[in-house]
């Protein structure tokens, strides 16, 4: 089992940054692949970043590729996402997620964390 809480959220401006974090606790969180993914009111849930079990592979969405940066720190379990220049619409809850494989789609994560959420003003 794995338990995730992320923290980090809150209101910023555009052209801020913020980051996020994925505290994990379970013996065997080294071992998952760690995705982040948001969703805004009325919108589908939709990937964000994710990050291979050593960190050596990542992958991003195009909507925030070169903007966001997804990290991991397993020696503290964690699990970070820092956002740059962002943008009214990636205002929504961001979420992380655990899973065994690095895909893209949410029903393929086991572990969900209860969600932190981001706005973005203009």
């Known amino acids: 089992q794995v338990q995730l809480v992320e923290s980090g959220g809150g209101l910023v401006q555009a052209g801020g940054s913020l980051r996020v974090s994925c505290a994990a606790s379970g013996r065997t969180f080294t071992s998952y692949v760690v995705a982040w993914f948001r969703q805004a009111p009325g919108k589908e849930r939709e990937f964000v970043a994710t990050?291979?079990?050593?960190?050596?592979?990542?992958y991003y969405a195009d909507s925030v590729k070169g903007r966001f940066t997804i990290s991991r720190d397993n020696t503290k379990n964690t699990v970070y996402l820092q956002m740059n220049s962002l943008k009214p619409e990636d205002t929504a809850v961001y979420y992380c997620a655990a899973g065994p494989q690095i895909v893209k789609v949410p029903a393929a994560y086991h572990y969900w964390g209860q969600g932190t959420q981001v706005t973005v003003s203009s």
């Open positions: 990050i291979s079990w050593g960190g050596g592979s990542t």
